[in-house]
């Protein structure tokens, strides 16, 4: 799998590279859009062949966590610095959300949260991600997708490796590989993970114990 996954990512990293090479090269707003719109394209697919292998290490239980100090708001900030999000993903958070974790599995479980709430949401809205501290030292961390509803009998299916299979066939627009990847990362920091209607769509609730 991972030499598949290296094997797709070569050709969408030279579409990338031409893309922004003739980006810089273009007169009109008109072209400079369909070239954003290609490496927007082109970052998914990458994103969504990284969320494959992520899920394949985890059931291989290949996962090998290590616990530092960290800033989440970072690792958010980062996640969200790609072509595929960084137009539709909003963050409003405080400078700093310190807690312990591994660092490259938050980062790579929060692409999936990420990627996931774009596909949910209308391209012409935003997600935005907030969070809070709650009483006994859980901070939390909030995924609004607006007017982007999941069955409620259908939203613990996310959150299963084949899962996502059903709530395609409900015409719900969610990742391939589901959410199973991120929910074991939270739950490695044991943290949780559960969606939440809103009042204009569904939040996705991510706590964890500082």
């Known amino acids: 799998m991972r030499l598949l996954t290296h094997d797709m990512n070569n050709p969408l990293t030279a579409i990338r590279l031409l893309a922004e090479t003739l980006r810089d090269e273009v007169g009109t707003a008109e072209m400079r859009q369909d070239i954003l719109d290609i490496l927007e394209a082109a970052d998914m697919s990458s994103a969504l062949m990284e969320g494959l292998s992520s899920l394949v290490r985890m059931e291989r239980e290949e996962e090998d966590y290590t616990w530092f100090p960290i800033n ?6 980062s996640a969200v610095d790609r072509p595929a999000l960084r137009r539709q993903i909003k963050l409003s958070l405080p400078q700093e959300l310190s807690m312990r974790g591994d660092e490259a599995g938050l980062r790579r479980a929060f692409t999936d949260v990420l990627v996931n709430a774009r596909r949910l949401v209308d391209h012409k809205r935003q997600v935005t991600v907030s969070s809070r501290d709650l009483e006994a030292g859980v901070l939390e961390i909030r995924v609004h997708h ?7 009998t259908l939203r613990e299916r996310l959150f299963e490796r084949f899962g996502s299979v059903e709530l395609r066939q409900n015409r719900v627009p969610v990742l391939a590989t589901g959410l199973a990847y991120a929910r074991s990362v939270i739950e490695h920091h044991e943290g949780e993970m559960s969606f939440e209607d809103a009042a204009d769509g569904t939040d996705l609730v991510i706590r964890f114990r500082r």
């Open 146 to 152: 607006p007017g982007a509803g999941i069955p409620l």
């Open 72 to 77: 989440l708001v970072g690792i958010l900030r």
